[in-house]
């Protein structure tokens, strides 16, 4: 009777190693997979890494070359503003001189 509980130890340890064995094969394949899903992963983060530097780069050029437009435009306004209002003030002061010539010539063929 001895015996025979022995062997049914030995054969449920026996059992216990074989699953435990089994376990242990199972996460060691998981863990290749998670190793191998790990750098595919790394490998991304580092292209993504050196793409965002890029586009950042070519972001702040843009931002540059923007803001510089924009300074430029905002320049480019107020001269042409100026610039219009002096031309605003010579036409009235070439119509006002014309009014004065015309009163005159006026003056004068009345006077002819």
Partial sequence: ????????????????????????????AELRDIKFKFENVDLLHGTLSIQYEKVKEQYDN???????????????????????????EENERTRALQDVIRDKDEQLHKRA
């Fill in 1 to 28: 009777m001895e015996f025979q509980e022995s062997k049914r130890d030995i054969i449920g340890f026996g059992e216990v190693q074989k699953e435990r064995e089994e376990r242990i094969e199972k996460l060691k």
């Fill in 62 to 88: 843009c931002k540059r070359d923007l803001d510089d437009a924009i300074d430029k435009l905002h320049l480019t306004n107020k001269v042409r503003h100026e610039t219009e209002l002096k031309l605003s």
